[in-house]
């Protein structure tokens, strides 16, 4: 469904994105590991849109959308989760998860009973600071889930939230792949990226290695965690 | 025969501008309907004295909310000049006593207007323990020919409460020279709110000015401007911490969504009580860029991005 092929972006001089080749498959949740800074979000905002690469491209069901919009992808069924979602004043829940494209009451209640947040309670509050860090980012979630993406990209979804918040996150992401969309799931975290169905681990804007999760964790433990190498790691070309 | 068809134009016209046609015509509701210096309707209920008198520009108005009264409906009051030139004048003087509450909406209509200037001058007393609640809505034509001028003095007795919007989202502004000043007794509660989306050559001025003279009193100014193309506003946003833990914020927001556009914000915070303290935060800018891709990564195209950021902030 999506195909990056030899993807490079280079930053002030250094290469943020470097060769990368990557795919992900219809309806599955991929998960891509890695510790800071070795260019997951970069990769997130490369596939949105919101910014283009230097070289190579990026193809989704066969394509090329390398040089597409932000809305021109988002209407072929790409969307974006931020790792910080951004607050609306003035724009309630409703209307925040209706934006994409119309949706009844009842549809829009089960998108927040997805995510554990009570339909009554939640409605009409504003997508604004009011809401707890947690909270915003299940209101983001349901409002991917509400736009029916072929492919949503959700960048740390699990960072910076509570103990609460993080089973109605997940929950989230596999009721999303039960719809049908595929899922690239960013993540540092080994407990989230244990729901993908293959796991990738990223290092300085390379894939270094990919395959089933709870392998690809082991993996990421025995190399990753000791490396330290952000930006030059021991594992270019493993 | 020339006040019926004058009070049909404007029961019309302030249909079309959203207004709630059956609160005119109910008997339990409270209403006042003036179009330049003739005041087409008048209804008291229970708990409210309305006297008027006519002016040559415009009218005087005496609002009075009884002690203890609890207005169960909001009183509707329907302002405007219908034709494309006139000057309406409007004297308010509003008592609200003790422990009294009442919300007042408000529809200023001015739909056809080339050289129309409506000015309200008022003079507001809300009693020991009184809440009122104003809401002020504006509704233009896109010629721009109005220049719309509110002034308010606005007292608030002991725990009494105010709060005030003024909206101005409708059609071209034309110019604005907006000036409230409240000042607030020990405990009380208040609020200035106005949202302004100005456009072409519109011309915004907007001063709120809080002084929090009594014990605890609190208060806050906030403002909400979006400004397209050619349009100039400047904001002056003062607080005044006068007294022993007053609490007080100015919170202006505005938009720059044009090139011609120049927008300005003044704050102004003052304490001359140790233990008071007042805050004031200030943003002027594009749109948000977060927000844009966020609402594009949803398949909005940016001009749709941008239409739901300005409505919400100015909602």
Redesign the interface.
Known sequence: MLEIRSLRLTLNGKPVIDGLDFKVREGKIHGLLGVNGTGKSTLANLVMGISYPDEGSIVFEGQDITRYTVTERARMGITLAWQEPARFEGLSVREYLSVSRELDSTEIENYLWVVGLPPAEYLNRAVDGSLSGGERKRVELASVIAMKPKLAILDEPDSGIDVISLPHIMNGITEMSKQGSAVLLITHSEEAATVAKELSIMCAGRIINSGPPREMCQWFRNNCAACNHIGEPRYRGA | MIVVREYEAMLKAYGKAGGNLDALKDKEVGNLVIHGNEVLSANEVEGIEIETEETETGVNVRLLVEEGAKIKYPVHLCFGVLPQEGLQQIILRVEAQADSAVAAVAHCIFPNAVEVVHKMDADINIGDGAKFCYQETHYHGELGGVKVIPKARIRVGKKGMWQSTFTLIEGCVGMLDYDFELFGDEKSVSELLVKAFGKREDEINVLEKLHLDGKEARGLAKS?LVLNDNARATVRGETYGNAPFTRGHVDC?EIVNGKGVIARAIPLVYVNDRRAKVTHEAAIGSI?N??L??????????EEAID??V?????
Not at chain 2, 293 to 302: D, K, P, V
Not at chain 2, 311 to 315: D, E, S, T, V
Request: glycine residues 10%; positive net charge.
């Open positions: 909400r927001l948000d977060k927000q891709q966020t609402l594009m990564a949803r398949g909005l195209s940016e739901v950021i409505k919400g902030i100015l909602r």
